[in-house]
């Protein structure tokens, strides 16, 4: 063997070694970094979480507060208590007590999903509010997003003496009045324009812009800029705006200099533990089993293909299947049929399939295990309700085997590709998979709320096409990201009635 080829390969394989030192060290330094940021926006709020009636609960407030004013903060459909947390922690540091909670078929609310029930949750959370020491049980207020906005709205028109302010984020809809709810605000994101036509309704039905908070009819329309449906919940003005609000209706001047950063943070650790997957993917060994070369219009085609074979067998299937309740689950398991229909299609047209092993099994859990923890460990206490109550996980299986073919189909089709390939499939894997789901709404507007799932796409598939380079078979990426996704789910969507 020629000695200078031989230096040169030891060489490599040192700062290969060192490469991945740093790395581990980098990933470990970002995964801490995060946790102390996160601990750190909890520190001087008094926080418990407790349940009333079988609906989980989550209260912040000021330490050592002394009759403050209370305010219930009200999710979405197919959101959560976590969801709404930015507004908590902000309103929280400016002096207010809030209250969250998971309405029923939601996040960790064990109850089906019954629209006419939804007011009386509200009803068990104001119970709640008002039983904390903290709280001023004659200064209320109402702040709610998308279907909770409704909720809301209908609260404060019913119990207009009870609540001072009323906060509607991308409203829906609600019979108001000059007079009810008192002191309204509503609020949309410039990029969702049917929420900013329903509040500009809203807003003329109420009377107009005015700002007499002693009289109860203030009223004001907040366009909250670059802010789509979900975005708008993380947003500074967003958040901002309804301090402003809220400060003016209670006569409140305390003011804070907090933002809620959480999101970043969270963001930092998703970071942190996908470096630290790359260092540990670069140890592992994984033999590649015989792949039969896929011509390129085979590969594209099915990925053009796959998506209306999908939306037209879903249309047929709903004549005899009612999909929006499918599973016990409202539209997420219309969502997992849809991948499964359109995997299938695809690895038909791709007309090969690789054999698996017990081993590209064995690693295919073990990506999963690790982007379980690296999305969901932080995320159950910033944003989504992840740890999955028993009738959700009873979901998640039969979830994640649906999305299996297209997670293999997308493996096959990318596996032996430079990084560059990559990029473009990840760009256009995410483009097909919104033009697929919004050519199937076209066909079934009932599953209106699968746009929920449109601006997760792109970050979405860009973590599991990262696995996917990093690991370069298709089975092992296909099972991790179907358990995965399936995961996300579960997790999601509300429990039909």
């Not at 960790?108 to 509010?129: D, Y």
């Not at 109420?206 to 009289?215: E, P, Q, R």
Request: hydrophobic share 55%.
């Amino acid at each position: 063997m020629n000695p200078h080829l031989s230096y040169i390969t030891q060489l490599g394989a040192i700062r290969l070694k060192r490469l991945r030192q740093w790395l581990l060290f980098l990933s470990i330094l970002l995964i801490g970094l995060s946790w102390w940021g996160i601990i750190a926006a909890r520190s001087g709020l008094t926080i418990r979480t407790f349940e009333r009636e079988s609906i989980p609960l989550l209260y912040l407030a000021p330490q050592q507060a002394k009759a403050v004013p209370g305010v219930l903060i009200a999710h979405g459909y197919a959101g959560s208590k976590q969801l709404m947390l930015g507004y908590a922690h902000v309103l929280a540091r400016a002096g207010y007590a809030t209250m969250l909670w998971d309405f029923d078929g939601h996040g960790a609310n064990p109850n089906r999903l019954q629209r006419f029930e939804l007011q009386q949750n509200l009803n068990v959370a104001l119970k709640a509010l008002l039983e904390q020491p903290e709280v001023d049980r004659t200064r209320l207020a109402l702040l709610g997003h998308s279907m909770g906005s409704g909720i809301v709205m209908a609260a404060g028109i019913e119990h207009v003496h009870t609540f001072a302010a009323t906060i509607a984020v991308s409203p829906t809809g609600a019979g108001v009045t000059a007079q009810a709810p008192h002191n309204l605000q509503l609020q949309a994101g410039s990029w969702e324009g049917r929420f900013i036509a329903n509040a500009q309704r809203l807003l003329a039905a109420s009377g107009g812009t005015n700002f007499d908070f002693a009289a109860g009819t203030a009223r004001e329309l907040v366009v909250v800029p670059n802010a789509e449906h979900i975005t708008i919940l993380f947003n500074d003005v967003s958040h901002q705006a309804a301090l402003r609000w809220l400060n003016a209706t209670f006569n409140q001047f305390n003011r804070t200099e907090y933002a809620d950063r959480r999101m970043g943070w969270y963001g930092l650790h998703l970071f942190g533990w996908l470096l630290l997957l790359t260092a540990v993917a670069s140890k592992i060994v994984l033999p590649k089993p015989y792949l039969k070369k896929v011509h390129s219009a085979k590969r594209w085609g099915g990925l053009l293909l796959a998506p209306f074979v999908a939306a037209i067998a879903l249309t047929f299937l709903n004549r005899s299947v009612e999909l929006a309740s499918l599973g016990g689950v409202q539209v997420g398991a219309a969502v997992g049929l849809w991948f499964c229909i359109a995997g299938v299609a695809w690895l038909a047209l791709l007309a090969h399939l690789p054999r698996p092993t017990w081993r590209m099994a064995g690693l295919g859990l073990v990506l999963f295990a690790l982007l379980w923890v690296a999305f969901g460990a932080v995320a159950q206490v910033v944003w989504l309700q992840w740890w999955l109550i028993p009738t959700r996980l009873q979901l998640w299986l039969p979830l994640s085997i649906a999305c299996l073919p297209w997670f293999l189909a997308s493996g096959i089709a990318q596996q032996g590709i430079g990084a560059k390939a990559r990029v473009g499939w990840w760009f256009a894997q995410s483009a097909i998979l919104i033009g697929g789901f919004v050519l199937t709404l076209n066909f079934l507007p009932q599953l209106g709320f699968m746009f929920l799932l449109l601006p997760l796409f792109p970050p979405l598939i860009a973590v599991l096409s990262f696995v996917v380079a990093l690991v370069d078979e298709a089975w092992s990426s296909a099972l991790a990201s179907a358990l995965f996704f399936g995961w996300i789910l579960a997790a999601g969507f509300p429990l039909a009635s």
